[in-house]
């Protein structure tokens, strides 16, 4: 069907049904916007009423059309609709686009006409977008098949950027915030209802598409997972960056989530780990997509990114150092003997990075060559931005200070050029059209250079280490006890905190070696609760000898201390002293299947929400990505004078819970090991408790 | 002086020192300012080669002035400085505008001869701006004592916002973005090297300066708390917003920090915090400080902000509710017969909070009238919010729109409305006239209008409570022994975690009475390392009764287990299990003198350093308030089944300590409690270590 979705975004032929003469209506809309937009393929419109509309022959109906389209627009009322695509599927029509809303957006049976519908539709291959769709346009081709009334206020220029959409009314914001800023766009795609073509199938569909380079998604909840990773996955290969606006950060996933692990795993958390493990960069505001989206059509993505400012201001190099470090942009020095060699030049510059030049250089401007010069060249950055406000805007200064720029980026054509000046737009498209990308304010320019890197390093990422090989574990059909669900873990090689009842020393010493020195004993007596004031915990117990003595002395105390108490052996537990507590766990998200959690434990989860998600299965290589960008991941290694903790052995169970939640199937709901507790290196780590809820499945 | 202050922003005449007949030069540029910018004033060069300079009579020296001058503008080469400043100053003039550079900002050569300029003019009572700055300007009198070129491209409106800011650069990037936008500038002044005349004292004379309603300030560093304090003070009791950009914010304050509070405040806490006391807010961004700055001017300034949204995209309105969550800026829900009577006028319409009345209201705007009447009168939010995008632009659409818009506003003119817009800059003016804010991105209108709120609660504060009466306490003359900065806080009032070595079972008691049960208590003897093991350990020691037969058990026990053991007795302990672990501290300040910390402690303070500052010295109101404010606030609040902890406990604790760090005097360098334990409700905090460090004084 991937054929049918080409022809849905580029046809030859539309039907409009419903159409009508008055171009500010929704079935007239799109039609006067492709007579204006120059649309080459054949309008058809539908009307039962009139012989002609806007100066086109109407046909009466769907049968009567002299040619199978290869889109229609479907606008006409809710309850026409289903035998209208009907009609249409059966003739063979490639796609729908139906604006017509009343449908699960609107109640249960809403909901259940709209399956009807696509039913219908997808029965003869044909795909839907919509219904309740603002439908889409292509501004290369002119083909609207839109009533959106954003074009009214002035056509965008046409470029290279698409954009797909969860919501019609933001899209038209998006488009209308775009043509002020003459950013140029390639098509748009309004995903209302999502009843078949989602947002992944359009965000597919641009990657094959040659026109577009830059993918522009504003989201604000994925509701199929396949199309959706299948198209980032794709963009990822393509090397075509998408930027993600996802809305709704506040709501929280399941309401009814049971599991510490869903509590956290909101929709826009797990969303969130999706869109990083494909290398989509994540937008907060629409000027920042924006941004981010206009400097990506420069095509350039610095894997190693690393940024070098020239500046005319000191204190705008503070402000740029300020958003570089809080993003973790790298900002090397420049080498010592270019620093000396431009302190020499101009006493009063401070050239470390930021390369502050001062405004001496705009009195000299072969100076400023010679700055940017030694910052490119010798620095070595990947990405300059260079603070010029209000000076480059001057009508005096710019023919030269081109001239200079155009030298620079000549010689070294493969660094991301961004300038940030303050001039009126026509200036502003002379620096652009040399090449060097124009924000305004300084940390926006940081922001969208900072992703730029990001999108590189997701491109160039290599596949993954292979997942271990965990075998294959049959879960109950209901929720394990604790102790079975620590051995169904144990299965997967995933160890809880090892501990057993002993009734002899030599017992008591084989458990041990078995656990590994140091452990800890314990007297066992349901009639002794304060174990410690007896003597009856030894801790530290450091080899067999000390063992076998210990037991005895435990059952020597006992007797003495409590002569009464019913002894049924002694405790022998590996000793987790001193270890970081984490927590591990797994939710199956309705949308992208199950989910693995790992976050520092304590307080740090119920606080900070310190945790990191990944989709299941992945390699132990991803698993120790995951704890290594944990906020507090210098508590595992040995911040303020603790030893390191074994993160080789925290990622090995990490990757392992991800395998066995991916082969467990739907039934499994969650896991929770928390705590888990990391020992110093070479240690291992070990659950202390563990959870594992069985529920029904939900078809994935 | 205040009156000389006046002078040198306001002044009659102005001198240039140095007057150049070419307009692009340093000593051109403000007589060209001045003469294009209609001053009223007498403007006399000052410049021994030429009769005339720009059309305007010369004067070979100082001496041959005709009269004394308010101001002179300096604009000689810097060794030729001082001596101008000591005539101009013995001439009396009241304030100087030392353009000059090569003091403070190049060595400690030019520091010294800063020093002997300033103390020139200070010796007459003659003010000195800079040296090293590029002046000020008054785009209301037309006076620029500045050679700032952005003005060169253009005229900025004149209107109601001053500017105060120590990069002479950064200003002029500043006045440039507000000329692009349209924002109203008074007068903006630029402190250079601040050898006189400080940010602190620019921003209090706008205080005093009736033309202006919103100061926007441009920070790298405070050099003098003093003035810059009590400016912040007076615009608060003025009711003028004052909106800081404070730059830096990487850099750390003391390098040689021995103390761990010192290490966590560098300058930027310290100065966010004096910021957060008076009200005044902090921007992050050029365009969050502008943002602010524009909605400002408004002049509405919500002590109890909520925010009601009325939008024609639910997508929208979903982006706002996130921001707003974010800030935590309340969006209460529409009373339930309002959203039922809205519904039923619209059935698509969701009209919860934000209010989503669809596009619809676009072809019907009576319909967009009685939603909007329906959130301003019944949702009764003290801001408003219009998402209407491009819709509003339509010049077909606009004219109506602004009917309605203006009928609800005189209905209820004491609300704050903010438009989030895509239009042309006419029909912006045209709504910024009829008094609503007018905004692109709806996420900087949300931070724009949480600003106000932020405003309005700092203007409302009532004086805090008297601190705490704390007895003056002698501190020695070096670092004391912990034992003995126990002591000296016990002074303060300030609780150690108590313990006491006692050598008799009565002893025992009467310590333990003292301290509160329950206790713990331990066999102490140099020759028992490892008590647990041999039972010399009891916890939970619950009466007098049970201390005296403990005491017993434990010499016992040492008998029996360790028979050779020198035994020095018992020592008895308040029982702290069960606390929260919290850091409080004394960090003094450079700038600001003593500040207090408190935060969480472990590994909160390790790797989130969720701490809060304030300055010494404050009541119980505000440290509570302070601890208030701790993200991981819920811990000390009985977070998932904990107890509640004392907080009314360290909230005294912290007060007493701000109280003694600022009778202190100082030598006192800083102050570590860290770990304070907060026992359960009514149990009271206790400093299990404290660290006093003492220095030698600063001045201050």
């Not at 209208?84 to 029509?93: E, F, Y």
């Not at 291959?125 to 002035?154: A, H, I």
């Not at 169904?488 to 008591?508: D, R, Y």
Request: charged letters at 20%.
């Amino acid at each position: 069907m991937s054929d049918r979705l080409s022809r849905l975004f580029a046809p030859r032929s539309v039907a409009i049904i419903g159409a009508s003469g008055d171009p500010s209506r929704i079935g007239g809309r799109p039609i006067a916007s492709m007579l204006a937009g120059g649309y080459k393929g054949t309008i058809l419109p539908v009307n039962p009423n009139r012989p002609e509309v806007q100066g086109l022959t109407a046909y009466a109906s769907v049968g009567d059309l002299p040619e199978t389209p290869d889109v229609a627009i479907v606008a006409v009322p809710a309850k026409l609709v289903t035998e209208t695509v009907q009609q249409l599927a059966a003739r063979g029509t490639a796609g729908a686009i139906v604006f017509s809303s009343g449908f699960a957006e609107m109640d249960e049976d809403g909901a259940a006409e709209q399956d009807r519908m696509i039913a219908a539709a997808n029965a003869h291959g044909m795909r839907v977008l919509g219904p309740n769709t603002l439908g889409l346009f292509d501004l290369r081709s002119g083909f609207y098949g839109s009533f959106t009334s954003v074009f009214e206020g002035g056509m965008p220029s046409v470029g290279r950027i698409g954009i797909a959409s969860q919501s019609g009314a933001y899209c038209g914001h998006l488009v209308s915030v775009m043509r002020a800023r003459g950013l140029g766009i390639a098509a748009g795609v309004m995903t209302g209802n999502e009843g078949d073509v989602t947002l992944g199938d359009a965000i597919g569909h641009m990657v094959t598409d040659d026109g577009i380079d830059v993918i522009a998604v504003y989201a604000e909840g994925i509701n199929r997972g396949d199309s959706f990773v299948a198209a980032l996955e794709a963009a990822r290969q393509a090397r075509k960056p998408v930027v993600v606006m996802k809305v709704g950060r506040s709501a929280l996933g399941g309401a009814a989530a049971k599991s510490h692990t869903a509590s956290i795993a909101g929709d826009d958390t797990v969303t969130s780990a999706v869109l990083a493990e494909f290398g989509a960069v994540q937008a907060h505001t629409t000027d920042q997509m924006l941004d981010i989206a206009q400097l990506a059509t420069r095509r350039i993505y610095p894997v190693n990114n690393t940024l070098g400012v020239i500046t005319v201001s000191g204190g705008a190099g503070v402000v740029v150092s300020d958003a570089a470090e809080e993003l973790g942009l790298a900002m090397p020095e420049m080498p010592e003997d270019a620093q000396k060699r431009l302190k020499a030049i101009l006493p009063y510059a401070a050239p470390r990075n930021p390369v502050d030049c001062t405004a001496q250089v705009l009195n000299d401007l072969s100076l400023m060559g010679q700055f940017s010069e030694a910052v490119v060249a010798e620095g070595g950055y990947t990405s300059i931005l260079g603070f010029l406000t209000y000076t480059a805007g001057s009508p005096t200064l710019s023919p030269r200070l081109r001239e200079q720029l155009r030298l620079l980026k000549d010689k070294h054509p493969d660094r991301l050029y961004v300038l940030s000046v303050v001039a009126g737009r026509d200036r502003i498209a002379e620096y652009e059209g040399d090449g060097f990308s124009v924000f305004e304010d300084p940390t926006r320019a940081v922001v969208a250079i900072d992703a730029m890197g990001r999108f590189g390093k997701g491109f160039a990422r290599k596949p993954g280490q292979k997942p271990p090989s965990v075998p294959a574990i049959s879960l109950p059909d209901a929720t394990p006890t604790e102790a079975e669900a620590k051995r169904l873990l144990g299965q997967a090689g995933i160890k809880a905190a090892p501990e057993q009842v002993c009734t002899s020393p030599e017992e008591a010493a084989k458990a041990a070696a078995g656990f590994g020195y140091p452990v800890v004993m314990k007297i066992v007596s349901p009639d002794i609760l304060h174990k410690t004031e007896i003597g009856g915990v030894l801790l530290d117990v450091g080899d067999e000898a000390a063992v076998k003595a210990g037991y005895a002395t435990l059952i020597e105390r006992a007797k003495q201390h409590a002569p009464k108490a019913r002894v049924e052996g002694v405790l022998v537990a590996k000793q987790l002293k001193g270890g970081v507590e984490c927590i591990l766990g797994i939710h199956r998200d309705p949308v992208f299947g199950p989910v693995a959690m790992v976050g520092l434990g304590g307080v740090f989860v119920e606080i900070v929400k310190d945790v990191v998600f990944r989709r299941c299965p992945f390699g132990i290589d991803v698993a120790a990505e995951m704890i290594g960008s944990l906020k507090g991941v210098s508590l595992l290694q040995g911040a303020r004078g603790r030893p390191k903790a074994d993160v080789t052995a925290l990622a090995e169970m990490l990757s392992r819970l991800s395998v066995m939640a991916h082969q467990a199937g739907d039934t499994l709901q969650s896991v929770d090991l928390n705590p888990v507790i990391v020992l110093p290196e070479g240690e291992g780590a070990y659950a202390v408790d563990a959870v594992i809820e069985i529920g029904g499945g939900d078809g994935h």
